[in-house]
Structures are given as C-alpha cells and as structure tokens.
C-alpha cells in the first residue's frame, strides 16, 4: 500500500486547515514508515533507543490519548487500558518492536479513525471553541479544540523530523 499526501489547501476556513494539516502530517509518518518489516521498525539509531515502530505506537496513544480521553473524557480501550503507566511509562516505545508492521499501521489508523469521529463531532458541538471534559493539571482549565489540534500538528510534526533521521539511517530512504 502507498500512502497518497494531499497537500493542505492554501485558503479555506480554520477548522479545515488545522485538520487538513494533521491529516498531512499523519500520512508523512505513513509514508515514513511505508515498505518496512518488522526488524527494520525495531532499530534504533544509536545512541537512540527511538524506532519507527515506537513511533507508530506512540502516535496511535497520542490520538487515543488527547481526543478520546481528554477531548471527550472517554476512557481509553485496550492496549491503553491495560498499562500500567506509572511503573512502565514508555510502554508504547518499549513494545512496539514485538508488533507487527501491519499491527502497528492498524492501531495508528484505528485511532486516526476515531480521532476524525471524535474530531467532527467536537466542531459539530462548538467548533474549535469547544473545550475538552479533562483539565490541564498544571493550569486547571480546560483545552479547546483548535488547541489539541495544534498540539497534535506539532507532535506529528516533531516526531516525523525523528522519523527523517530513523528511516535514512536504516535503508538510506530520504525526501518527503
């Protein structure tokens, strides 16, 4: 399977952008990703521990995380739901090397799937204006739609610059 980018439209409304830009962003990592096997996915590039893989895992936590629990204060299903994430905090980094490749593109488009649900039916309910059910820790206030969305753009964002470096390192593959 070859992912197919659509560049974000140049001059349409803001909620239309920021999704249209994580959705770039989303299909870069794919296309990062695309071609490998298991092994390839598994390996770091020292003296990182960071792979591929546990970037596809990471990301698919990522959505799961911030649009179903702190978007819309559902809990999060399983795999999530069965870490314990104070005694393993890097879980999703850690395992990922024992998931297949097909494994791990499913569960990061599962979640893109949701997140796109949960996404719409957050800019149905108040557009980017309507706030998330969970609180900051920090701040005590609740995050807005438009918020998360940047944050999950710069998250994309980041880990693709890892994901530049990780799929060069491993077959010399470079560009977009």
Same mark, same amino acid.
């Given at each position: 399977?070859?992912?197919?980018? $659509? !560049? ?26 695309? %071609?490998?096997?298991? *092994? ?23 959505? $799961? ?24 905090? !890097? ?34 309910? %108040? *557009? ?5 059910? $969970?609180? !900051? ?23 693709? %610059?890892?994901? !530049? ?9 470079? %560009?977009?």
């Amino acid at each position: 399977m070859t992912t197919e980018r $659509t !560049d974000p439209p140049l001059a349409t409304d803001e909620a239309t952008t920021l999704v249209a830009f994580l959705d770039y962003h989303r299909d870069t990592l794919r296309m990062k990703t695309e %071609g490998l096997t298991q *092994g390839q996915l598994a390996q770091p590039l020292a003296p990182s521990s960071l792979t591929l893989a546990g970037l596809l895992k990471h990301l698919a936590l990522v959505e $799961t995380s911030w649009f179903d629990e702190v978007l819309h204060g559902r809990p999060m299903g399983e795999p999530w739901s069965e870490v314990d994430w104070d005694a393993d905090p !890097d879980w999703e980094f850690r395992t990922a090397a024992d998931d297949s490749p097909e494994q791990l593109r499913a569960m990061l488009d599962a979640a893109v799937e949701q997140s796109r649900r949960n996404i719409d039916e957050a800019l149905a309910a %108040g *557009g980017l204006d309507h706030l998330s059910v $969970t609180l !900051d820790r920090k701040e005590n206030q609740q995050f807005s739609l438009r918020w998360i969305l940047l944050h999950l753009i710069e998250e994309y964002a980041r880990h693709n %610059g890892h994901a !530049d470096f990780l799929r060069e390192a491993i077959d010399g593959v470079t %560009g977009e």
